[in-house]
């Protein structure tokens, strides 16, 4: 069994998070309705999510995880301010990208590891923007997508965490961002989830 790594958050205060961005694929809905509940209602940072979506879906995963969650969970919109107290999914079919002015901007820019959205893409903009204040969180999924979007956000000095491929539906898209390096925690989706509510609990 993976446990987590040793290495402390001491050095760095929860107060300097801005934003937690997730990958999930195969496996995701079950995944994020574990994991997403565990927060709070006015949680401190957003929460920014790729999942592999058939393109041709509607918005009953937002609607389905907003009736799970206390955060209100809704689809990313075009030049949409990006807020705390909010899970944002991006839309199936578009590629999410974070600007400069942490708005969201969508695109229907090719495939990227066969995959669009491409979690590549929104973690490698959110890096850009948010630097060390970003949580980088890979889950359950069946591709590479993520690892080299992980890869960068811990060379800008954000936190890395992935779902132990032993608890995971699919293993092929945590075992890969473990095999990038560099990942802080490898942890379940229960002890993730506890982890982020830790969070806000120490700045309140």
Do not use: W
Not at 93 to 118: E, K, Q
């Amino acid at each position: 069994m993976l446990s987590p790594k040793k290495k402390s958050t001491e050095k760095k205060s929860p107060a300097v998070f801005d934003a937690v961005v997730i990958g999930v694929s195969a496996g995701g809905i079950k995944a994020l309705e574990t994991l997403l509940p565990f927060l709070p209602h006015e949680y401190f940072m957003p929460v920014i999510i790729v999942k592999h979506l058939n393109p041709d879906s509607d918005d009953f995963l937002a609607r389905y995880l907003d009736d799970k969650c206390r955060l209100k969970v809704k689809h990313a919109a075009e030049k949409e301010p990006i807020m705390p107290g909010t899970a944002y999914l991006a839309p199936p079919n578009y590629h999410l990208r974070i600007g400069s002015n942490r708005t969201f901007s969508l695109s229907s820019d090719n495939h990227v590891n066969y995959a669009r959205p491409s979690i590549d893409v929104l973690f490698e903009t959110a890096a850009e923007v948010y630097g060390s204040g970003l949580i980088g969180i890979i889950l359950t999924g069946a591709s590479s997508d993520g690892t080299k979007g992980i890869i960068k956000i811990k060379k800008a000095g954000g936190m890395t965490i992935v779902q132990d491929p032993c608890t995971a539906e699919a293993q092929v898209m945590p075992k890969s961002a473990i095999s990038g390096g560099g990942i802080d925690f490898i942890l379940s989706l229960e002890a993730i989830g506890r982890f982020l509510y830790r969070l806000s609990e120490r700045i309140s």
